[in-house]
């Protein structure tokens, strides 16, 4: 069975949903510390496009940045939701980034200046590069690999569902852009003035959507990627790992009534190990059962390379 197999396909429906939930129900945290970090790069951004139009690429590569930096922020409240905590404060989420700080802006760079580069080459590279990377700032934030190993961890957990990644991604995009684009014309007869506003308005609406969409991305697919890396050690024969609603492996049967806007067993470890399984290897004659010595060890195998593009 192929790696692709073993992980499934993501519901990208089920992933939207999850995200307007924790958008809705996180609000009050959400807001404010999107203002903290778009009120300012907003405004940059409508003074460099205004004042130079040859300026609109760092234009694009600055909103990444900001944008990779409000993720980080972001996947830590998701991931105390994970645990069944729902008490973040807009304080909390500005000390979570703060020992990796260096290393996201670092990621947003990268990924800004490729895409941007992407998009020059027919467009089609900066999409697949924004598939990907799209995972890159919760592995920094959680993993803390390094700028360069967090963009290869991001793609090694979307292979296989980057369909799935592009639809989520491109479902929010384009309803932000909707509500945006109504927003600035609606602005836009009132002066250049009160079309920075409104840029900064619609950043400040919008940017924890993508935000919650990677951070929500990022434990689904790792927990299939962990589930795979566990079925694929498991001997010939032996019953596959369970997942849960949160994507950790084996204890699926135990949280079938989780909430599924994010209360779950608790975040996942920071190696991207798979837990092994306990499963029994069936009854022996006289009824009783006996324990399988080899189960799944867990360690994470290494990447064998991308089956597709994105």
């Known amino acids: 069975m192929s790696s692709r197999e073993l992980r499934g396909s993501l519901d ?7 995200v307007f939930g924790i958008y809705v ?15 300012f ?3 940059l ?4 496009l205004a004042g130079a139009p040859g300026l609109a690429l760092v234009a694009v590569v600055t909103s990444l940045v900001a944008t990779t930096l409000f993720t980080g922020m972001v996947v830590e409240l998701v991931a105390d939701i994970q645990d069944g905590r729902r008490d973040a404060s807009v304080g ?12 996201l802006i670092l990621v947003g760079i990268i990924a800004g200046v490729g895409i941007v580069i992407g998009f020059i080459m027919l467009i089609v590279p900066g999409l697949i590069l924004i598939t990907i990377w799209s995972l890159a700032a919760p592995v920094v934030v959680l993993e803390q690999p390094g700028a360069l190993r967090a963009l290869g961890r991001s793609r090694e957990l979307v292979r296989g569902n980057g369909w799935q990644v592009f639809g989520v991604i491109l479902l929010l995009d384009v309803l932000v852009v909707f509500i ?16 920075i506003v409104a840029r900064v308005i619609v950043g400040v609406l919008s940017a924890p959507l993508s935000a919650l969409a990677a951070a929500v991305l990022y434990f689904e697919l790792r927990g299939r990627f962990a589930g795979a890396v566990a079925a694929s050690a498991a001997p010939p024969g032996a019953p596959p790992a369970s997942t849960d609603q949160t994507g950790d492996p084996g204890t699926g049967a135990a949280q079938a009534g989780a909430d599924p806007v994010g ?4 975040r996942p470890d920071q190696t991207g190990e798979a837990a092994p399984s306990a499963g029994s290897a069936g009854a022996d004659q006289t009824g009783q059962a006996g ?3 080899n189960g799944p060890s867990g360690a994470a195998a290494p990447g064998r390379g991308p089956d597709s593009a994105i």
């Not at 990208?12 to 999850?18: D, L, P, Q, S």
């Not at 129900?25 to 009120?39: E, G, I, K, N, S």
């Not at 951004?45 to 460099?48: E, P």
């Open 45 to 48: 951004t409508a003074v460099l």
């Open 92 to 103: 909390q989420l500005l000390k979570a980034v703060v020992p990796v700080l260096g290393q």
């Open 12 to 18: 990208v429906g089920a992933v939207v949903r999850r």
């Open 41 to 43: 790069t907003g405004i």
């Open 263 to 266: 209360t779950g067993p608790g």
């Open 291 to 293: 324990r399988d010595e």
């Open 25 to 39: 129900d996180q609000a009050p945290v959400l807001m404010p510390a999107a203002a903290v970090v778009f009120v």
């Open 180 to 195: 945006g684009s109504a927003i600035e014309i609606a602005a836009a007869s009132a002066g250049s003035g009160a079309g």
